[in-house]
């Protein structure tokens, strides 16, 4: 009798045990955060994801929350006034870099998604905040009637071509457009809109100009393969220059 209470006992402690199931949230959200950190690092080749332990997306250390690093990647490019690039945001905030190129991609998915008036894009090699193309015309309304010190005929005109002809020297541009260039040039150089790529190996060895990256962010071109056509660039220039 006594075998048999003692067994009864035992099964009733065995069945408390097994009803007793502790789910640990936060532990559960660290290891898909890890598994995407994972394949985020080794898609981009930053580290072997062997490297990535699980003590890097913990509380108090390593990555921190998405929501929270999506926060501070907006105010810092919202801050910025040239365009941050994922290497740039990972030396700030201090995080790896696999980490921020997947919150920058869903701050983007989340702010374009808005359909607001700004967007969030890719601008010279880095991030920035645009205005939306179509608002465009409210937004050059608004700065035309501001004053400002726009570029003159000559430099608008000098600037095209060097966009689109570059790299380009002095002569070459003195035979499109007719007339000479050099205060032009000046102007754009000072402006930044402009850089020396060196020289052409030719008689006198004339110096070759190029746009800058200052000319993709006034301009909110990604690269120049972005350049619009020759008759919509220059509404763009006597627009915003």
């Known amino acids: 009798m006594d075998e048999a209470k ?25 290891a898909e955060q890890l598994a995407l950190l994972r394949a985020a690092a080794a898609a981009n080749g930053d580290l072997a994801t062997e ?20 926060s501070i990647i907006e ?3 919202f801050v910025s006034e040239e365009p941050l690039t994922a290497k ?9 870099r696999g980490w921020i190129e997947m919150a920058l991609e869903e701050l983007a998915r989340e702010f374009n998604e808005r359909n607001g008036g700004l967007m969030l894009r890719e601008v010279a090699g880095g ?7 179509e608002h465009h015309e409210h937004v050059r309304a608004f700065l035309k009637s501001r004053p400002s010190a726009k570029l003159s005929l000559a430099a608008l005109e000098t600037l095209a071509v060097i966009a689109y002809k570059q790299p380009i020297t002095v002569p070459e541009i003195l035979e499109i457009r007719g007339v ?13 809109l402009i850089k020396a790529c060196g020289r052409k190996e030719t008689i006198g060895r004339p110096m070759l100009y190029g746009t800058s990256k200052e000319f993709l962010m006034q301009f909110g071109l990604k690269d120049l393969s972005e350049l619009p056509n020759v008759e919509d660039f220059e509404d763009m220039l006597s627009s915003g220059a």
């Not at 997306?57 to 929270?68: C, T």
Request: charged share 35%.
């Open 127 to 133: 991030w920035q905040f645009a205005t939306r193309p």
């Open 180 to 192: 000479q260039s050099s205060s032009a040039i000046k102007t754009l150089l000072d402006k930044r």
């Open 88 to 96: 740039a945001l990972a030396e700030v905030i201090k995080e790896d």
């Open 75 to 77: 105010a810092l490019i």
């Open 6 to 30: 003692t067994a009864e006992v035992d099964f009733a402690e065995e069945d408390e045990e097994a009803e007793v199931i502790i789910h640990d949230a936060d532990a559960e959200d660290r």
């Open 51 to 70: 490297d990535i332990q699980d003590g890097e997306v913990a509380p108090g250390g390593g990555p921190r929350e998405m929501s929270e690093l999506i």
